[in-house]
């Protein structure tokens, strides 16, 4: 069963005759019956028993109930789409797709219609009727927030190209490439380029830093080459001014209620970084601070952008699939 973005209700249909749609194999209701709704609109009377007049109709009837006390649209039944607000809409749309019991559903771009909270709210909605219904579904989304907070494997696509395929976990810990790196993740991975110098340091301008982790094995036969260093955010931190390992000054700040996310250039090289700290620390914007670097938070991607091969317990479990 298919949820479009454009929600696609038919506007001369009621959700209810909406919501059983497919289960009718393309058979609307009635002149008599639609009759039946508008007069239902207009005086607020229920419907009379000539509404489900077979068996059959009977069967759908019930299952159009079930499923709008499942999205609590029950007070909106007998209301026409353009009565409705996006997110009942979208409800409805769902609602639609539900009532069919299909073996899978696919999800294009459900939410990009609604505003932040409203998105935020379904969001969790189709969540818990995920969990609920057990049914597989493929959600397609340019939000990678509504892919990491909603799937339990997440296929990253690129100029038609599958790029990585893993848990939110593996994709945010362990990206196949920079295109990975910079697309999962809010902020982005930092990139910064790095030159090998031991099989456990890395030169960023003048300054060497240490490796540590699953990648220090394969830095032995890369000595002397160009890489791409990549760290999150939560890898920089700030460190004491005696320290002076590495020099920056903030550009930006952005207050996040128990954090900060800072915007940062570093003074030697010019790059700008994000750095997350806590609302301890009282910062101004051009103020000159000095960060650590997390050693086992080192990323590294090859001149192709190409992540150096991860450890086995963060396996790449990519599919072979043909081009397009």
């Not at 690129?158 to 999962?184: C, D």
């Not at 099989?199 to 960023?204: E, I």
């Not at 996310?261 to 790059?271: I, M, N, S, W």
């Not at 090859?302 to 397009?324: I, K, T, V």
Request: a positive charge.
């Amino acid at each position: 069963a298919m949820v479009f973005q454009s929600y696609a209700l038919y506007p001369h249909l009621s959700v209810a005759d909406n919501i059983g749609f497919g289960l009718r194999r393309s058979r609307p209701r009635s002149l008599r019956q639609q009759l039946q709704d508008s007069l239902h609109r207009a005086t607020g009377q229920l419907p009379g028993p000539l509404r489900c007049s077979s068996p059959r109709e009977q069967r759908i009837e019930r299952r159009i109930a079930e499923v709008a006390e499942m999205l609590e649209l029950e007070p909106l039944l007998q209301r026409l789409p353009k009565e409705l607000s996006g997110g009942q809409k979208q409800r409805v749309a769902l609602g639609r797709a539900i009532a069919r019991q299909p073996a899978v559903f696919l999800m294009d771009e459900p939410l990009s219609n609604l505003d932040a909270k409203l998105r935020t709210g379904t969001r969790a909605q189709i969540v818990e009727l995920q969990r609920r219904l057990g049914t597989t579904t493929i959600y397609v989304t340019h939000d990678q927030v509504e892919a990491m907070t909603m799937g339990h494997r997440i296929a990253v696509l690129h100029g038609g190209r599958l790029q990585q395929l893993g848990t939110p976990l593996e994709l945010y810990q362990w990206p196949a490439n920079q295109f990975v790196a910079q697309f999962i993740g809010s902020p982005p991975m930092n990139l910064l380029p790095v030159q090998v110098v031991a099989a456990g340091q890395l030169q960023l301008g003048q300054r060497r830093f240490a490796v540590e982790g699953p990648l220090v094995d394969q830095l032995a036969s890369r000595i002397g080459q160009q890489l791409c260093g990549g760290l999150r955010a939560e890898h920089l931190r700030l460190a004491p001014a005696a320290n002076r390992n590495l020099p920056a000054y903030v550009v930006h700040i952005e207050a996040l209620g128990n954090e900060q996310l800072l915007g940062c250039r570093l003074a030697e090289t010019g790059h700008l970084v994000q750095v997350r700290s806590g609302p301890e620390y009282q910062l101004v914007v051009g103020q000159t601070i000095y960060l650590d670097l997390d050693p086992r938070g080192w990323r590294l991607f090859d001149a192709n952008g190409q992540a150096l091969a991860r450890p086995l317990e963060a396996p790449n479990r990519e599919l072979q699939l043909p081009e397009l």
